[in-house]
């Protein structure tokens, strides 16, 4: 099966040829299966945002290719398929609602996409109850929460059927309660098939998915599962990048120490870990204690 | 406090009704006519007769009279102005002198003259407030989509026009929650918006409006990449998810309005001669 999304030399200068040239991103290449779940992360100014502008087409490249399930982003022909394979959810709530009413918004990207009224009605009705919103249907945008905003949002992305969606930095700008409540959402999907690519600054949110790809000044840093990626700290640092709580916390213990094991992601997987050290702490052949010191020093 | 989340957008008052029901290109077709009714009754019949229709179309929709008087209150000065003037600078030469005030003359002829303008400004807005009360926002711009739709062939852009007023009506709440920030913000660093006299004021408006429009031009640029990623390419192909039917009492209510207008501009003499 070819993959879903297949970025091959794309290198991308904004202002190109003039004196304000900046190179966003250089030469990244990269292949994202279908179903996937990635995490994008990186710094202001790394080109994660530009990236994912190349996912559909909104900005196509300098240099290189992009390839969308199949078609190619500089296809003009393909451009309207491909926005409709990759739907696209962004950081300010307010500034990609587009209709007074709840619904009509959803209805919106369907209704572009010239299907028949009672299949959009249809659309609505289901994404509606996949994002959990279908009791605020017939209520106007401004009278939301932030979080049912952004899920609004989404809902009005599947509406289109997409088979990928693209969130850029699309809980940045919400409280707790509203992170959760898109990361919740975004996990349930992905667990249906959809792939989701979700990029962000706020690290902890990388934890929960499956592949975390780091990108610095344009580049792509590091690449793979959380629980490799966070392993390496130093190099994170050196990407001016923080480790997310959990597993910076393991990362201070470890170096204080205690011998605690190299993946360590969650807050659950950080308690059995400890307890396990407890345990043997108790035991009566003690001297682990040294142990830890020598691993510490091999560290 | 916020004001902006107890904003609700336009006028719209959600009690069912028949008139509620309607389609809204019944409903604005039936207050075109009416408004230019309004300016060919010539008596003071026609003038009751339609104020009982517009009185009954208040009951019909269940919407509270106060509400519809409410609705004047912008127009009050207005009223008074152009009553003002109609009765003591009509320029009517002649006619029935009821008293003079200095070199002012006032005529029995320009009274009725100032009632009847007076009571037209009235007329015309409780009709299209009754437009506004009873068809939502979404209603009301689909309304005007179809109903310019036949024009396009010459170039009247209706989709665009309604997706326009969709965006404006959208974005009026954000827009003024954004406003009361901006205000708090500036009154935090010392600015004064309720001193001084009106000179002052309008100034003081200024470090409010630049970093608003600045901001609604951002975000004018981020909705139409929004709309672009959701394949928004104007009005060609595309479908909507609410279709407007006619339904029986549309032409029921059309038909009763076109009647009623008829009865009304007629002066009274042609129907007693007429049913003569």
Known sequence: MTPLIEVRNLTHVYNAGTPEAVTALREVNLTIGRGDFVAIVGGNGSGKSTLAKHFNALLLPSEGEVIVDGLNTRDRSAVWEIRQRVGMVFQNPDNQLVATLVEEDVAFGPENLGLPPDEIARRVQDTLAAVGMLEHRRREPHLLSGGQKQRVAIAGILAMRPQCLVLDEATTMLDPQGQREVLETIARLNAQGVTVIHITHAMEEAVHCRRVIALADGRIALDGPPAEVFRRAEDLKSLRLVLPPVPALAHRLRRDGLPLGQSILTIDHLEDELARLARQRLAPRSGSGEASETADGAH | ?276
């Open chain 2, 1 to 276: 406090m916020e004001l902006s989340r107890f904003v609700t957008i336009g006028q719209y008052i959600a009690t069912e009704s028949p008139v509620h029901r309607l389609d809204p290109r019944t409903k604005i077709g039936a207050v075109t006519l009416l408004m230019v009714v309004i300016f060919l009754v010539r008596d003071f019949t026609g003038y009751a007769l339609l104020t009982a229709f517009l009185f009954g179309i208040v009951v019909l929709s269940r919407i509270p009279v106060s509400h519809v008087l409410r609705g004047l209150r912008p127009i009050v000065f207005l009223l008074a102005v152009t009553l003002i003037l109609n009765v003591f600078f009509s320029g009517i030469e002649g006619g029935q002198v009821l008293f003079r005030l200095g070199p002012l003359v006032v005529t029995r002829e320009a009274v009725v003259r100032a009632v009847f303008i007076g009571y037209r400004l009235i007329a015309l807005v409780v009709a299209t407030s009754l437009l506004t009360f009873t068809t939502s926002p979404v209603e009301l711009t689909d309304g005007i989509e179809r109903l310019l739709r036949p024009f396009r062939r010459i170039g009247v852009p209706a989709h665009e026009l309604a997706m326009m007023m969709t965006i404006a009506l959208r974005f009026i709440p954000t827009l003024l929650e954004e406003t009361e920030k901006i205000i708090k913000a500036q009154m935090a660093r010392g600015a004064e918006f309720e001193r001084g006299n009106v000179f002052r004021r309008a100034r003081a408006l200024v470090p409010v409006l630049v970093p608003l429009f600045v901001s609604a031009f951002r975000r004018a640029e981020e909705l139409a990449l929004a709309m672009e990623a959701r394949c928004y390419r104007g009005g060609e192909k595309r479908t909507r998810m609410k279709q407007l039917r006619f339904a029986p009492r549309d032409a029921f209510a059309m038909g009763v309005t076109v009647a009623a207008s008829a009865i009304f501009a007629l002066p009274f003499e042609t129907w007693v001669a007429f049913l003569r």
